[in-house]
Nanobody, 114 residues
């Protein structure tokens, strides 16, 4: 299974972006899927999770600003990001919530800057 994250870019503080995570197979209905991010010099951190049953969870730093959702028919998980801050700048990845993980791929760069 391959996961492809896309939708990143350069956005001003306060702006919005929607990231997409497309899978090569039908994995979302049986797995909790998460978005992670890694800023330069930092460890990868968990951002948001959506379980197979639809339950969601968020890091405190993004709660109320980010929304994770899933379209099983399209094998795609989304991350809607609003009220973006400079501290959200990072490479964003999608993967399973729990190991064993799929290949991490290249992720998608999100840069929040004026």
């Amino acid at each position: 299974v391959q996961l492809q994250a896309s939708g990143g870019g350069l956005v001003q503080p306060g702006g919005s972006l929607r990231l997409s995570c497309a899978a090569s197979g039908n994995i979302f209905s049986a797995n909790a899927i998460s978005w992670y991010r890694q800023a330069p010099g930092n460890q990868r951190e968990l951002v948001a999770t959506i379980a197979s049953g639809g339950w969601t969870d968020y890091a405190d730093s993004v709660k109320g600003r980010f929304t994770i959702s899933r379209d099983n028919a399209k094998n795609t998980v989304y991350l809607q990001m609003t009220s973006l801050k400079s501290t959200d700048t990072a490479v964003y990845y999608c993967n399973k919530r729990f190991p064993p993980y799929f290949s991490w791929g290249q992720g998608t760069q999100v840069t929040v800057s004026s």
